[in-house]
Nanobody, 124 residues
Framework: QVQLVESGGGLVQAGGSLRLSCAASGRTLSPYAMGWFRQAPGKEREFVAGISWKGASTYYADSVKARFTISRTNAMVYLQMNSLKPEDTAVYYC???????????????????WGQGTQVTVSS
């Protein structure tokens, strides 16, 4: 069982930046491919960014490309969010899947482990 804990959410003005962090309680993240998803009120959970288990591959949703950057170490996964927009407001979730593939999975069902989420609110 992998327990993921996100941090770094908060309230920011449009155009601002935030960095989200995700850690696994008591274990390394190195065997896992990681993803960030978000869910706004009344909407389905959507893929934001993903990174393969060694960090060789990354993939972004079109809506965040060139503004968000995913990165990782053996212990942490980060989501640097720049030029934030009000439509980025959502609960952001970190997710993990045990995979040695270089391909990034974008569907929520492809991830076995999830964090509790961290709220990001962008004011206009």
């Amino acid at each position: 069982q992998v327990q993921l804990v996100e941090s770094g959410g908060g309230l920011v003005q449009a155009g601002g930046s935030l960095r989200l962090s995700c850690a696994a309680s008591g274990r390394t993240l190195s065997p896992y491919a990681m993803g960030w998803f978000r869910q706004a009120p009344g909407k389905e959970r959507e893929f934001v960014a993903g990174i393969s288990w060694k960090g060789a591959s990354t993939y972004y949703a079109d809506s965040v490309k060139a503004r968000f950057t995913i990165s990782r170490t053996n212990a942490m996964v980060y989501l640097q969010m720049n030029s934030l927009k009000p439509e980025d407001t959502a609960v952001y979730y970190c997710a993990a899947r045990l995979s040695s593939s270089v391909a990034v999975t974008t569907t929520p069902s492809g991830y076995a482990y999830w964090g509790q989420g961290t709220q990001v609110t962008v004011s206009s």
